[in-house]
C-alpha cells in the first residue's frame, strides 16, 4: 500500500474544469470511477482533505479497495441528488487524487470559464440506460477490486496507512479495536435474535415529518415488533450500530422521498422515511454508519435512514 500523496487536514484546490476533462474517458469516468455532475461547483475551490480511502464497502460484497490507492473524501457537502433527479441517498463523494492539486499560497484560484464547465458537463455520464442510473454508487464495484491479500494481513496495512496519512492515532487506533472487540463479544452472547420480527407483511406509519422536528428514537424492542424475519421493515433494514440510537432524542434532517439502488441503477421511491442530526447531542451517536462492527470503519460513511414507525413526536415541554 502506497504513501498516500495527501494526508488528513492538508489543504487541496479542485482541478479547473479543463484539466479534469483531460484525466476522463468517454463514460466521464478515471479508473471506473465516474465525475458527477455534483461535483462541477466545486472545480476551482479549495478544500481539506478529509481522510483517504483505503478501503470502502459496497453493496453485497466484501470490503473492496481502489487499484490506485488514489482516493481521498473533501470535507465538503455530500451528493445532493442534483444532478440525478434528486436521489436523497446523500452520498460522499470520492475524489482522485488526480483531480486535485496542493494549495499554493502564491497561486490566486483561476476562475472557471462558462465554456470549460459546459464541456466537462456534457462529458459527464447520468444514466446508463433509459432505466438505469449511473454515478459513483452504482460503479463503485467496477471502479474498486478485492483485496489481494488476507484481512488479517490487510488490516495491519490499513492501520499502518491511516497512521502515516494522519486519518488515525494510536489512541484512535485502540479505541476503534476496543470497538470491534465489545462488538464480537455482544454478538456472541446475545446473538441479533433480537432485530428479526414476527411479521411477513411489516407495517408502516406515517408522521409527516419535516426537518429540524425533535423525535425520540423509540427502544429495541418497540422497533423489533415493526420488523420481519429478515430484520426489515418493507425491505428496510436496520443495523447494529442504528440501535446504539434508541431511545435518544434527535432532529429530523431531511425527508427520504427517492434514492438510487447501488446494485440495480433503478431509482426506488421512498415513503415514511427520514434522516436524523444532533442524536442524543452525542458526538458519539451520529447520523452516520461507520461500521464499528467491522474491524475498522467505512469511509463511505453511509447516512442513516429511519421509518417514521421507528419514531415518535417529541412534546414541545419535553424538548
Known sequence: MSKPIYRTGDPVRVRGAEEILSTLDADGTLGGLPFMPEMLDWCGKTFRVQRQVAKTCVAGHAMRQFPGDDVVILDGPRC???GHDGCRHGCRIFWKEAWL????????????????LESLRSRVKVKADEHRYFCQSTELYKATR????????????????????????????????????????RR?????????????????ESLGLQPGETVRIKSRAQIAQTLDRHGRNRGMGICSEMTRCCGHKAQVRYRV????????????????????????????????????????????????YWREIWLERVNRDER
Request: charged fraction near 25%.
Open 80 to 82: 445532493d441528488g442534483n
Open 101 to 116: 492539486r496542493p494549495v499554493d499560497a502564491a497561486l490566486t484560484p483561476t476562475l472557471q470559464s462558462a465554456a470549460a
Open 146 to 185: 478485492a483485496f489481494p491479500d488476507t484481512s488479517k494481513h490487510r488490516t495491519m496495512r490499513i492501520a499502518v496507512r491511516a497512521l502515516r496519512g494522519g486519518d488515525l492515532s494510536i489512541a484512535g487506533i485502540v479505541r476503534m479495536l476496543s470497538q470491534w472487540l465489545w462488538q464480537k463479544a
Open 188 to 204: 456472541a452472547a446475545r446473538g441479533d435474535r433480537w432485530l428479526y420480527g414476527p411479521h411477513q407483511r411489516t407495517p408502516s
Open 257 to 304: 422521498d427517492r434514492l438510487i439502488d447501488e446494485t440495480t441503477g433503478l431509482m426506488r421511491e421512498i415513503s415514511d422515511s427520514v434522516t436524523l442530526q444532533h442524536i442524543g447531542n452525542d458526538e458519539s451517536l451520529a447520523e452516520e454508519c461507520l461500521c464499528y462492527g467491522q474491524l475498522g470503519d467505512c469511509p463511505r460513511g453511509e447516512v442513516m
